[in-house]
């Protein structure tokens, strides 16, 4: 029997590769586009809510952001319900970018499960939120 565990790592090796050659062209890393998808739909998130959706520690993910603010793609702002949290919101660049972001993603995804019956799909992903939630 195949490990769950391991053909997760796999699916996650396949379509991040897919992911890189199709936006080759913005030269982002595979944690760059990791945030850059998850703050697509527009809402500005503090450090740790973009952590637990990216899958990161704040700490590990402010390399990640200060990559992004270099290349204009995010900000960074004072919260303004907690003057301890840090606000990261996309530039007009970003949201353009992280709009192409996402749509690639939905994509590639699309086109991977497209043969898929949705209860199976159901089924992964309450896998994939079990694995998450470890």
Do not use: F
Request: glycine share 6%.
């Amino acid at each position: 029997m195949i490990s769950t565990i391991l053909a997760l790592q796999r699916a996650t090796h396949v379509t991040l590769g897919q992911l890189a050659r199709d936006l080759a062209d913005l030269a982002l890393t595979p944690a760059e586009l990791n945030v850059l998808a998850n703050l697509a739909d527009g809402a500005d998130r503090t450090v740790t809510s973009l952590g637990q959706a990216v899958g990161s520690r704040p700490t590990t993910l402010t390399g990640v952001l200060d990559r992004l603010e270099r290349r204009t793609l995010i900000t960074r702002g004072a919260h303004p319900g907690d003057r301890r949290a840090v606000l990261i919101s996309l530039t007009p660049a970003g949201q353009e970018t992280a709009a192409r972001v996402r749509a690639t993603v939905d994509e590639i995804e699309r086109r991977a499960l497209a043969g898929l019956p949705p209860e199976s799909v159901t089924a992964a992903l309450a896998v994939l939120s079990a694995l998450a939630d470890e």
